[in-house]
């Protein structure tokens, strides 16, 4: 009876092995290549990026059409905003002086300006529509409701935050268009019986949009809101898992 | 024999069906990548096609107009033009927030969950919600922009008048000589002193607390609340009369349907059908509108 014997490893096994089966690599990721249940359970649970998720899920719940991916294409704007707007940052600087000029700068004479600048604002305006379409989604979906009601309320505050966000970018290329959304943007708040005028003196550090406005605008806008939007969003993810992961029918 | 109870949970988490599941690596972590992947070469390619738009320099001496907040606010400049502004910008928001807020508090029945319209009816529901919502929103901006009262007297010749001018607008209930006001109507007094409230800077005036104008707040006020609430609650009541409101989910449904149609054709109209003096035009005919190539 013939048996089967160990064959010679080739090239590419010996390559392989060498790259992947050594002391650094191992250091880094613990598991081997997720190509066993084993493995591919144990890479979601000990990786940071990928332990939001549980290891295993509901077969309904990986149809693209259930969720759409709404959610995790909002975050992935978040994310993608940050990685541009961090490179605009570079060469944007929030004075009334400069920012018009900068923002001509970053069209024309920087390596891919235009592209970030494209890239920003087209990423921002789609975060806006996919987390309105994404409560569209929870909502008709049924996904509110017990045990993920706190959810939905921090859902609504990531909704408005969102907005803040974008509101908040609008006004930093200082240009007519921004000047005047947001002279009209802040008007609407100020419209507000008693504490309106105080709401938008706040919020412009004046009387109207100018110097004080912009770096307000820009602080908010590059720390503090994503801060928060930051905080809130991990408390939403989290909160997807304590409450027991996608809505299903119970 | 004494029986002990023991306090069960009412809802005891189903069994985990093992074999329904899948792994997340790779499943999902697949699905997620394609999508990301996807956003990612689309945006690239919008990027490529079409410039984030730049107008000239700031200027507070050189007014756009039409002047307009970022688009998704557009819905909330629009419905300043129909009503008192602290209604329209501050009020409305607020309130509607709040009602979301409250959605999952008011509803807290499970059933139905995890699945697209899972209840009966919520499909026709919200169809005919959406519907509602968005052209009963356009014939009331029709109306009280004139346009009605304009096309009535173009094509059929058709002119009321003074006594009719509220078909025109309905500011025009305002008027004395539209509605036979009273003298006393526009400044009745409820305080008897004059109560002044934070007194902020240049054009803000003061706040003051002591006569009510009547016919502004019925016009400004009383009659754009009395079609947003009465009419959310005519829907409801109606599609209860024919049963498609059995639940406090199908009364949501029909609020949050209704609402997206409002939301949708408010923001619709107020970034491409408002042009100069915020007149309502043709999109074609709007010159400032962000995005559009060339502009920039």
Not at chain 2, 137 to 164: H, P, R
Not at chain 2, 167 to 179: M, Q, Y
Not at chain 2, 278 to 296: A, K, S, Y
């Amino acid at each position: 009876m013939a048996v089967e014997q160990p064959t010679q490893p080739t090239l590419g096994d010996l390559i392989y092995d060498k790259l992947f089966h050594n002391y650094v690599w191992r250091s880094i990721f613990r598991t081997g290549y997720p190509n066993t249940p084993r493995n591919q359970m144990l890479v979601v649970a000990t990786n940071v990026f990928l332990h939001l998720h549980p290891t295993r899920i509901h077969r309904t719940h990986v149809k693209i059409t259930h969720t759409y991916c709404l959610g995790g294409l909002t975050f992935f704007m978040f994310l993608g905003l940050t990685v541009t707007g961090i490179l605009l940052m570079f060469y944007y600087v929030p004075s009334v002086d400069r920012a018009y000029l900068d923002i001509q700068n970053i069209q024309t004479n920087v390596q891919f300006g235009q592209l970030m600048r494209n890239m920003h604002r087209w990423m921002a305006h789609a975060m806006v529509i996919l987390v309105f379409l994404h409560m569209l989604r929870v909502f008709y979906t049924g996904a509110y409701k017990p045990p993920r009601e706190f959810n939905w309320v921090v859902g609504v505050v990531l909704l408005v935050l969102t907005f803040l966000l974008s509101f908040t970018g609008y006004l930093l290329p200082w240009d007519q268009l921004a000047f005047w959304a947001i002279t009209v943007g802040t008007n609407i708040a100020g419209s507000a019986p008693v504490l309106g005028p105080k709401t938008r003196f706040w919020l412009l550090g004046g009387f109207e949009v100018g110097p004080d406005a912009l770096i307000r605008f820009y602080t908010l806008h590059v720390i503090g809101l994503p801060l928060l939007a930051a905080i809130f969003m991990a408390v939403h993810f989290w909160r997807i898992r304590r409450d027991g992961g996608l809505a299903r029918p119970l | 024999m004494a029986t002990v109870v023991v306090a069960r949970p009412a809802a005891r988490p189903t069994p985990r069906a093992r074999d329904e599941e899948v792994l997340v690596w790779p499943d999902l972590v697949f699905v997620e990548f394609i999508s990301a992947m996807l956003f990612t070469v689309l945006l690239f390619l919008l990027s490529y096609l079409m410039n984030a738009p730049l107008l000239d320099e700031a200027n507070a001496n050189v007014t756009n107009d039409p002047a307009k907040a970022p688009w998704y606010l557009l819905n909330l400049q629009e419905l300043l033009l129909h009503m008192n502004a602290a209604l329209a910008g501050i009020v409305v928001p607020t309130v509607w927030l709040i009602i979301l807020i409250v959605f999952p508090y008011f509803d807290r029945s499970t059933d139905g969950q995890g699945r697209w319209f899972a209840d009966v009816n919520s499909v026709k529901n919200t169809v005919v919600s959406l519907n509602v919502g968005l052209w009963g929103t356009l014939a009331l901006i029709i109306w009280n922009s004139g346009k009605a009262a304009l096309w009535a007297k173009d094509w059929f010749g058709f002119s009321g008048g003074s006594t009719l001018a509220f078909l025109e607008r309905s500011a025009a209930l305002k008027d004395p000589s539209v509605v036979p006001w009273p003298g006393w109507a526009d400044s009745i007094p409820y305080l008897w002193f004059n109560l002044k409230i934070l007194d902020e800077g240049p054009g803000a005036g003061v706040t003051t607390f002591q006569k009510i104008d009547l016919p502004t707040l019925l016009v400004d006020i009383g009659i754009p609340t009395g079609f947003m609430v009465g009419f959310s609650c005519l829907l409801i009541f109606f599609f209860w009369k024919i049963n498609w409101v059995h639940t406090r989910r199908d009364a949501l449904i029909t609020l949050m349907s209704g609402f997206v149609g409002v939301f949708l054709m408010l923001t619709v109209i107020g970034t491409a059908f408002r042009g100069p003096g915020q007149d309502l035009i043709w999109p074609w005919d709007l010159r400032t509108l962000e995005g559009i190539p060339g502009q920039e």
